[in-house]
């Protein structure tokens, strides 16, 4: 179980969770001058082939959980960044940033953002990309593309609207404002908002939760929430159906059962 070889990121496994550290905190954890994006998107389709990995967690070394793109690099429209023809950015997004995008969307196994400080632009979107955000009290997020002349590049008006609404992301969006940690609560953007030095704990924690599943079940779970954003009800429960009939001929299916009867804490073998 090599995991994958990194340089702007830090990767731990142990048990069942998978705890990925954005490791460039001298430029903000940002995602398009390092090599942060690619590196998710590489951990992302590793833990894909790895049944052993039950959940990802995803935090940023430093003060910042993200910073996003480099506002630098935008004003000098470096090449290696945002340099070149409509074509050329074109291509540079969809082979860049994008990959990220995609590969959090299609991870098996639930993803928990462990937001440690300020998440903007494309970092905020990369939070929403995870399917629980826990936030530290000095988080802030901000949906800031509108305020660089720029738009959500990354996917996050398909995400953020799925989070709060079209209302609430629609204000987000277009006034490009930031949200501290106490409002990012009210608005569903953070599911618990703790003190930081208990931030990864409580990460953890949750974390320690879902890997106490049938892995197996915890996976064919996360498809199914998937599947339920964009198939029609009847279609939906077919599929159910299916994937129920895999649940029932497995071991842990068997296992959780008769722990329950016995009374006693389930020992799963994910098969």
């Given at each position: 179980?090599?995991?994958p070889e990194?340089?702007?990121?830090?990767?731990?496994v142990?048990?069942r969770?998978?705890?990925l550290?954005?490791?460039?905190?001298?430029?903000?954890?940002?995602?398009?001058?390092?090599?942060?994006?690619?590196?998710?998107a590489?951990?992302?389709?590793?833990?894909?082939?790895?049944e052993?990995?039950?959940?990802?967690?995803?935090?940023?070394?430093?003060?910042?959980?993200?910073?996003?793109g480099n506002?630098?690099?935008?004003l000098?429209r470096?090449?290696?960044?945002?340099?070149?023809?409509?074509?050329?950015?074109?291509?540079k997004?969809?082979?860049?940033i994008?990959?990220?995008?995609?590969?959090?969307?299609?991870?098996?196994?639930?993803?928990?953002?462990a937001?440690?400080g300020p998440?903007?632009?494309?970092?905020?979107?990369?939070?929403?990309?995870?399917?629980?955000?826990?936030?530290?009290?000095?988080?802030?997020v901000?949906?800031?593309?509108?305020?660089?002349?720029?738009?959500?590049?990354?996917?996050?008006?398909?995400l953020?609207?799925?989070?709060v609404?079209?209302?609430?992301?629609?204000?987000?969006?277009?006034?490009?404002?930031?949200?501290?940690?106490?409002?990012?609560?009210?608005?569903?953007?953070?599911?618990?908002?703790v003190?930081?030095?208990d931030?990864?704990?409580?990460?953890?924690?949750?974390?320690a939760s879902f890997?106490?599943?049938?892995?197996?079940?915890?996976?064919?779970?996360?498809?199914?929430?998937?599947?339920?954003?964009?198939?029609?009800?009847?279609d939906?429960?077919?599929?159910?159906?299916?994937?129920?009939?895999?649940?029932?001929?497995?071991?842990?299916?068997?296992?959780?059962v008769?722990?329950f009867?016995?009374?006693?804490?389930p020992s799963?073998?994910g098969?």
């Amino acid at each position: 179980m090599t995991p994958p070889e990194l340089h702007d990121s830090v990767l731990s496994v142990e048990g069942r969770i998978a705890v990925l550290t954005m490791n460039r905190h001298e430029v903000r954890n940002e995602l398009t001058g390092t090599k942060i994006a690619a590196e998710i998107a590489q951990v992302a389709q590793w833990i894909n082939g790895h049944e052993r990995v039950s959940v990802l967690v995803l935090t940023g070394e430093g003060s910042a959980f993200s910073a996003g793109g480099n506002i630098k690099h935008m004003l000098e429209r470096e090449e290696g960044s945002f340099g070149g023809d409509v074509y050329e950015v074109q291509g540079k997004y969809r082979r860049g940033i994008q990959r990220m995008a995609q590969a959090m969307h299609a991870l098996e196994v639930p993803s928990i953002a462990a937001v440690n400080g300020p998440a903007i632009g494309a970092g905020f979107d990369l939070a929403c990309m995870c399917d629980v955000r826990i936030g530290s009290t000095e988080a802030r997020v901000a949906e800031s593309f509108l305020t660089l002349g720029l738009i959500p590049g990354d996917g996050g008006g398909w995400l953020l609207q799925r989070l709060v609404g079209w209302q609430r992301a629609a204000e987000l969006s277009f006034s490009g404002r930031t949200v501290d940690a106490a409002e990012a609560l009210r608005l569903g953007i953070f599911l618990e908002v703790v003190e930081p030095d208990d931030l990864l704990a409580r990460a953890r924690e949750i974390a320690a939760s879902f890997a106490a599943r049938p892995p197996q079940a915890v996976r064919l779970t996360k498809r199914l929430l998937r599947y339920a954003q964009r198939m029609e009800f009847r279609d939906y429960l077919d599929v159910c159906a299916m994937a129920q009939g895999m649940c029932h001929n497995t071991d842990d299916h068997i296992e959780a059962v008769t722990a329950f009867l016995e009374k006693r804490p389930p020992s799963f073998a994910g098969r």
